[in-house]
T-cell receptor
Framework: DQQVKQNSPSLSVQEGRISILNCDYT??????FLWYKKYPAEGPTFLIS?????DKNEDGRFTVFLNKSAKHLSLHIVPSQPGDSAVYFC???????????????FGKGTKLSVIP | DAGVTQSPTHLIKTRGQQVTLRCSPK?????VSWYQQALGQGPQFIFQ???????QRGNFPDRFSGHQFPNYSSELNVNALLLGDSALYLC????????????FGPGTRLTVT
């Protein structure tokens, strides 16, 4: 049973436009969410996170939105740049509220291609 | 400021052999987690170490074991290797007080033939 789902294996976006990557989760104990970016032959790089007490967090071109009632989060990248082309992973944890589950549960990833 | 480092980068082993992978955490971090990433999948949690003890374990058999040293570095050991153990093994470090903000190393690519 996949607890974190990224239903789009790939996404292509024109340079300068907005990229929206989506993630759904099923475990209501998750209270902390992260996005990672991964280039080939490298480990995942932390991008941005959000705790369940917030519904939005911004960091430069990256914004994460959390809809707890829908168990859905999304990552917006504006404007998209060719260097953003990578695989993006959504991850979730139950650590924020001390639920004790410190492990990260990952989705399968979405490959973003930004076309110049 | 050095990030998470892992060694070796690549490794080829034969079925039935044993392997040890190594990880040094990011400066200031005291907690190490290990993940297995199969091709086309997201990383899967193996276990987490803090204060030299295994604190949490994912759904992996006892053939997977680990250790954390006083300097916070860690080892992952896999015994009786199977073909299905071929994967990218990722080490992540964090602070115990902020356990979910995990920073990953480049990984070790293990191939079992």
């Amino acid at each position: 049973d996949q607890q974190v789902k990224q239903n789009s294996p790939s996404l292509s976006v024109q340079e300068g436009r907005i990229s929206i990557l989506n993630c759904d989760y099923t475990n209501s104990m998750f209270d902390y969410f992260l996005w990672y970016k991964k280039y080939p032959a490298e480990g995942p790089t932390f991008l941005i996170s959000i705790s369940s007490i917030k519904d939005k967090n911004e960091d430069g071109r990256f914004t994460v939105f959390l809809n707890k009632s829908a168990k859905h989060l999304s990552l917006h990248i504006v404007p998209s740049q060719p260097g953003d082309s990578a695989v993006y992973f959504c991850a979730a944890s139950g650590a924020y509220s001390g639920a004790g589950s410190y492990q990260l549960t990952f989705g399968k990833g979405t490959k973003l291609s930004v076309i110049p | 400021d050095a990030g998470v480092t892992q060694s070796p980068t690549h490794l080829i082993k034969t079925r039935g052999q044993q392997v040890t992978l190594r990880c040094s955490p990011k400066s200031g971090h005291d907690t190490v987690s290990w993940y297995q990433q199969a091709l086309g999948q997201g990383p899967q949690f193996i276990f987490q170490y803090y204060e030299e003890e295994e604190r949490q374990r994912g759904n992996f058999p006892d053939r997977f074991s680990g250790h954390q040293f006083p300097n916070y570095s860690s080892e992952l050991n896999v015994n009786a290797l199977l073909l299905g153990d071929s994967a990218l093994y990722l080490c992540a470090s964090s602070r115990w007080t902020v356990p979910a903000e995990q920073y990953f190393g480049p990984g070790t690519r293990l191939t079992v033939t």
